[in-house]
């Protein structure tokens, strides 16, 4: 299943309400789970199942969506926050992943 | 806590073979499937296939089918993956990273990474 975001990348402030967009190429129900990802660290889990914050991850961050297109949202960005997103299936093997988004600062 | 440790970081000649260590504690290791994933330098994140710790059964995405092999030892809690006959292209981090919940096909917690250069 190829997945798309948008946008690839973004320029942002801290204080500012970011949303990034996934798109599934077929359904997907809401098999949909987010990372994040600084340089030279491991990817870390934000939300699954669309919508479900990881323990842990501040309620900053919200997930949406269901079918093919989902969203993710940080309110009130933080220095912490400008890292890449990826997006992930976990509908049907191969889990597959889209290209990511960069939130850098403005 | 859960976590998983990886092995250091390897340099290998083309043609030679590598053995990436993932070691799991803070929980059952048998009760969680293990999740290996590359990204090659610069590049996004592409799932390898999955080991089912119960039943030590490898699932390999296609494209990593011959020369990936996955493997446990359940006695240290440990899960391998061997790339043979390596050529630059396996030039990349690779992951260890086991399934969020019981069935749950997403990804937490994470290793640290493993470089493994081939050159």
């Known amino acids: 299943i190829e997945m798309t975001q948008s946008p690839s990348s973004l320029s942002a402030s801290v204080g500012d309400r970011v949303t990034i967009t996934c798109r599934a190429g077929?359904?997907?129900?809401?098999?949909l789970n987010w990372y994040q990802q600084k340089p030279g660290k491991a990817p870390k889990l934000l939300i699954y199942?669309?919508?479900t914050l990881q323990n842990g991850v501040p309620s900053r961050f919200t997930g949406g969506g269901s079918g093919t297109d989902f969203t993710l949202t940080i309110d009130s960005l933080q220095p912490e926050d400008f890292a890449t997103y990826y997006c992930?299936?976990?509908?049907?093997?191969?889990?597959?992943f889209g290209p990511g988004t960069t939130v850098d600062i403005k | 806590q859960v976590q998983v440790v990886q092995s250091g970081a390897e340099l290998k000649k083309p043609g030679a073979s590598v053995t990436v260590s993932c070691k799991a504690s803070?929980?059952?290791?048998?009760?969680?499937?293990m999740n290996w994933l590359r990204q090659a330098p610069g590049q996004g994140l592409e799932w390898m296939g999955t080991m089912n710790t119960k039943r030590e059964s490898p699932t390999y995405a296609q494209g990593f089918r011959g020369r990936f092999v996955f493997s446990l030892d359940t006695s240290v809690n440990t899960a391998y993956l061997q790339i043979n006959n390596l050529t630059t292209e396996d030039t990349a981090v690779y992951y260890c990273?086991?399934?969020?919940?019981?069935?749950?096909?997403?990804?937490?917690?994470w290793g640290q990474g493993t470089l493994v250069t081939v050159s």
């Open positions: 077929q359904f997907i129900a809401t098999y």
């Open positions: 992930q299936q976990s509908y049907f093997t191969p889990f597959t």
């Open positions: 990273a086991r399934d969020g919940a019981v069935a749950g096909n997403w990804f937490d917690p």
């Open positions: 803070g929980y059952t290791f048998t009760e969680y499937a």
């Open positions: 199942l669309a919508s």
